[in-house]
């Protein structure tokens, strides 16, 4: 049987994207320092690493596309954050993001992960921020490093 599996090593010149929102900007700025240290700790070139803020989560799929569109990208890191609160606001944005952000990996057949928080409350988005269930920006950007490898296999 034949195993094909990514490593994770960053794949040496591959340019990565991390966009992340400005929206629950104080949880996800934790997101984006978890994100960094994944790519520098797995071997990654610091000039290879390209930052681009977005408002809010609504807006993380059109700005991939435009990033992707470019050519100058190999993959995109998303991170955001969507808190429930008390508003339906929270069920159109988080839907058109995950749709979104799906969508633009399949159309430009780069890898995209999700990065984005989708929670209850600012306990549970904390939680997965850096404390108590882990770092899921570092976690995103593990995916991004392996994806890279097996799409270079495939
Ligand atoms: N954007 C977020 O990233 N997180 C949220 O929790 C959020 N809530 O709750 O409304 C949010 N809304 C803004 C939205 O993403 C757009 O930026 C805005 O609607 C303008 O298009």
Redesign the pocket.
Known sequence: MNLVEGKLKVVNGKKVAIVS?R??HFIVDRLVEGAVDAFSRHGGNDEDLTHVLV?????LPMVIDQLLASGKYDAVCAL????R?A?P??DY?SAEATKGIASVSLQHRKPVSFGLLTTDTIEQAIERAGTKAGNKGFESMTVIIELLDLYETL
């Open positions: 929102t929206w629950n408002p809010g989560a609504y807006e955001g954050a969507v808190i609160g508003t606001h929270f944005v």
